[in-house]
């Protein structure tokens, strides 16, 4: 089963610019990882008598290895005899391969907390994970970090969840404050429309562009331009049915959206090319970004002033109605060859706790995924000190997490062949690039995972 996997990873994941060779390159590599799982798990019952330390890898990240270090220590001085190895996921291409290697090989951890949904759905179909729903106490965790609706509502797959998630990462519009001031903006937009005309304002008068767009073919830069507004203009509704394996590009919602990155491009406000961190630059009126977002560029450009608003929709969007977003999300997982899960199940409820999302909330600037977060005084001093993270965080009624799919990487590789790249370069029109991709990916839900 994970010898599949991993083959279905390296036909997903590979990029098409690098070519036949390194297909050949990963598909030896799996096979070798193959033969080496054989072997070594005549001796892996012995290892794992060895140890009774519980290994967690974490995101490989700053912010966050500053809180993890800290709860780590914390769990270790009070549970000297169940201790945590805590690391960061080794280097890679992806986290993804990493961890996928580290599995075939019998090297990976017992914990993982950098699990996307659709990778989690993958996981779960090779049978590596624990079902965590079965565990005693689950529900009472969920309960007490008040995130039960969220787990019900979005993270049950094949009728158990199989990851908790950490933090979500809702997405919003930023527009640079200066440039609105100049020409005595005080109004922004909330339609597409109403956008055009904005940038038809600014940016001829100021020679700059409009909107920061990622030109990249990597698949998961989707999460955060066309699905992100593909939630807004589909009022929160799913881009897959997963249930009746239906794609839905080529509805209302996602032909206004192709249309709407066709014509940013088509008019120039948008260049088809890279520029690096163009919006903190002050080269772009408009940018798409996230919570995350924020900590970096007070960091690295700490004069940049901007305004933050909701997500733009199609003209034809309900005035009154909620504006959605798409908010990225990951989770923690338990594996399921841990040789003492109870202990690290007990690792993991002690994990999610108020003091810990109020330590996590301060050190990553990352908002837990929770149900209560404007409302409970635990975080009320640090939304005070930090309005814009706030500003977040009060969407989060309306955010949608990604569509919980196995197939998550090979729907978003599609979805850059066939919509996003032509309708960047303009080799199709919006209808073609929705269609296309619709149907195809349609063919790829109706094949199975």
């Not at 083959?7 to 030896?28: A, H, N, P, Q």
């Not at 009774?52 to 780590?72: D, G, H, M, Q, R």
């Not at 996230?290 to 003209?315: N, Q, S």
């Not at 993991?348 to 990352?366: G, Q, R, V």
Request: charged residues 20%.
């Amino acid at each position: 089963m994970i010898w599949h996997l991993f083959r279905k990873k390296v036909k997903s994941i590979v990029d098409e610019s690098f070519g036949e060779s390194m297909i050949k390159y990963l598909t030896i590599l799996a096979v070798f990882i193959t033969v080496t799982t054989m072997v070594m798990s005549c001796h892996s019952s012995k290892a794992e008598n060895d140890t009774k330390n519980i290994s967690y890898w974490t995101a490989p990240s700053l912010e966050l290895s500053k809180f993890e270090s800290k709860v780590v220590e914390e769990w270790n001085l009070s549970h000297p005899d169940s201790r945590i190895d805590w690391k960061t996921i080794p280097a890679g291409t992806t986290s993804e391969e990493v961890l996928l290697t580290a599995i075939a090989t019998r090297t990976g951890p017992d914990i993982c907390s950098n699990i996307f949904g659709g990778f989690a759905a993958q996981l779960a179909d090779a049978k590596v994970l624990v079902a965590l729903d079965t565990m005693p106490g689950f529900w009472d965790v969920m309960e007490k970090r008040n995130m039960a609706n969220i787990i019900r509502n979005n993270w049950f797959y094949n009728g158990h969840v199989y990851v908790i998630p950490v933090y979500v990462n809702p997405e919003q519009m930023w527009y640079n404050k200066k440039m609105l001031d100049k020409q005595g903006i005080t109004e922004l937009p909330r339609t597409y429309s109403e956008f055009f005309t904005l940038l038809d304002q600014v940016c001829t008068t100021q020679k700059v562009y409009g909107l920061t767009v990622d030109i990249s073919s990597k698949w998961y830069k989707r999460w955060f331009d066309y699905l992100t507004l593909y939630a807004a203009a589909a009022g929160g509704e799913p881009y897959i049915n997963v249930k009746e394996k239906e794609a839905l590009f080529d509805n209302q919602a996602g032909i206004a959206v192709t249309e709407f990155f066709f014509n940013v491009f088509e008019k120039g406000y948008a260049p088809r090319f890279d520029i690096q961190d163009g919006f903190q630059k002050e080269m772009f009126l408009a940018s798409i970004k996230g919570a995350g977002d924020i900590t970096r560029v007070k960091r690295m450009y700490p004069d940049l002033e901007y305004v933050i608003a909701p997500l733009i929709v199609p003209d034809y969007y309900p005035v009154n109605a909620p504006v959605y977003t798409m908010a990225e999300s990951k989770g923690m997982v338990l594996f399921n060859n841990t040789h003492n899960k109870q202990q690290a199940w007990d690792f993991m409820k002690w994990y999610f706790n108020d003091s810990h999302d109020s330590l996590w909330l301060e050190l990553t600037n990352y908002l837990p995924a929770r149900e209560d977060l404007v409302s409970n005084p635990i975080f009320t001093e640090y939304f005070n000190n930090n309005p814009d993270i706030k500003s977040y965080a009060e969407t989060l009624d309306f955010s949608v997490p990604l569509v919980l799919t196995p197939q998550t990487v090979e729907i978003q590789t599609i979805l850059n062949r066939e919509l996003w790249q032509p309708i960047i370069f303009g080799l199709k029109t919006p209808s073609a690039a929705s269609r296309d991709a619709n149907q195809t990916i349609r063919r790829i839900l109706k094949s199975g995972p």
